[in-house]
């Protein structure tokens, strides 16, 4: 039985790293009692992949990590189990069936992903700039430099804001995250104060993922769904 499991991570928990995170949701599987499954050879693991890794320092509403397990549990007992030993600020949201196979994989499925960008008190810039976000995204080209491992290149990040706009004093984002042309919000913020000629302070704003997206459309034409969506419950 192959389960995507949704969680969420707030509070102090955001500056766990990804690799502690995975660490930590061994343990607490352990914890739960849930019969995982193993792979072979010489150093068996448990079968479990994260979709897409959390940047240190911010928070989440929809994570997700997919788990093999030797027997069939009703989703909401796994559920029930894992949110039963979680830690404060960790807490799962749901359990899903998913389909077996490398195609299934949340870490390959991830599309798109939501942001809110808010603002630390005092820290927020004085010019004008809540009505600027339509300019900014009419542009038919927004040019940053991109750092690679060995290289830096010049890349246009127009096509990968999906949407971008102003939610009370938060910005709302949705940006492609995939593999390919994962794009981060700290560059869309700070590419969009950089096209206002406004320099921000270190640490001035706050980041929180809200949602992970597959896409089940096109190219030219996005059909986004939550990687939650694609499972179901199993009593």
Sequence with gaps: MKVRIKFSKEGPVKFVGHLDTMRYFQKAIRRANLPVAFSGGFSPHMIMSFAAPL???????????DLELAETVPT??????LDAVMVEGVRV?????????????????????????????GKEP???????I?????????KVMKKTKRSEKEIDIRPFIYKMELQGDKIFMMLASASA?????????DTFFAWLGAELP???YTI??????????TEDNHKFVTLESLGEEVE
Aim: aromatic share 12%; hydrophobic share 35%; charged share 30%.
């Design 55 to 65: 940047g240190v320092g911010t928070e989440s509403l929809g994570e997700y990590f």
């Design 76 to 81: 909401s007992e796994i559920t029930r189990r």
């Design 93 to 121: 949201i749901s359990t899903r069936q998913v389909e077996d196979g490398k195609a299934g994989k949340a870490m390959s499925l991830v599309a798109a992903a939501d942001y809110y960008v808010e603002f630390r008190p």
């Design 126 to 132: 004085e010019i004008s700039w809540k009505d600027k």
């Design 134 to 142: 339509n300019d900014f995204l009419a542009q038919p080209e927004i």
């Design 181 to 189: 042309n994962y794009t981060k919000p700290e560059l869309v913020t």
């Design 202 to 204: 270190d640490f001035a």
């Design 208 to 217: 929180k993922r809200l949602e992970v997206y597959a896409d089940k459309g």
